[in-house]
């Protein structure tokens, strides 16, 4: 059975993070969040792939697997029910659909992390998607 690893950045640096990264042995960082920008430093998009890449970590890019703007909302409200209702909806898109086959197709090729803010996983829609197109993987959860 394969494994996928999930992490979230909140109240972490970047050094921690990437020692996380690297202690697991993650190939590939699969940034599952809508819109890929962060006001922590080092997180936002074009920022965390150069850092990865200095760590020898592939960035991938799926947006349409993030949260849309009223899933974000619930997240925050920590309105767990709210949150998956919106997420199940967004991952009947067509280019959801799509996104999580190539996701699964790389998980079963290579080491990869789903990468989100919250730090515990379980309020994060990270495991609401593994969950839902993952499933026949292991998981598990990093803490940097």
């Given at each position: 059975m394969?494994?996928?690893?999930t992490?979230?950045?909140?109240?972490?640096?970047?050094?921690?993070?990437?020692?996380?990264l690297q202690g697991a042995g993650?190939?590939?960082?699969?940034d599952v969040?809508?819109?890929?920008?962060?006001r922590r430093p080092g997180f936002s998009k074009n920022a965390l792939a150069a850092n990865l890449a200095e760590a020898g970590i592939e960035?991938?890019?799926?947006r349409a697997l993030?949260?849309?703007a009223d899933g974000r909302a619930a997240a925050r409200a920590l309105d767990l029910p709210k949150l998956e209702r919106i997420y199940a909806g967004q991952l009947e898109l067509?280019?959801?659909l799509a996104a999580g086959a190539e996701l699964?197709?790389?998980?079963?090729?290579?080491?990869v992390a789903l990468l989100c803010y919250e730090r515990e996983p379980g309020c994060c829609h990270r495991t609401l998607l593994r969950k839902a197109m993952l499933a026949d993987c292991d998981a598990v959860d990093l803490y940097p």
């Open positions: 394969p494994t996928v690893w992490i979230g950045y909140e109240q972490t640096a970047m050094p921690a993070f990437l020692a996380a993650i190939e590939v960082l699969a969040r809508a819109i890929a920008a962060s960035y991938r890019h799926f993030g949260t849309p067509p280019e959801a699964a197709a790389l998980a079963r090729e290579r080491r």
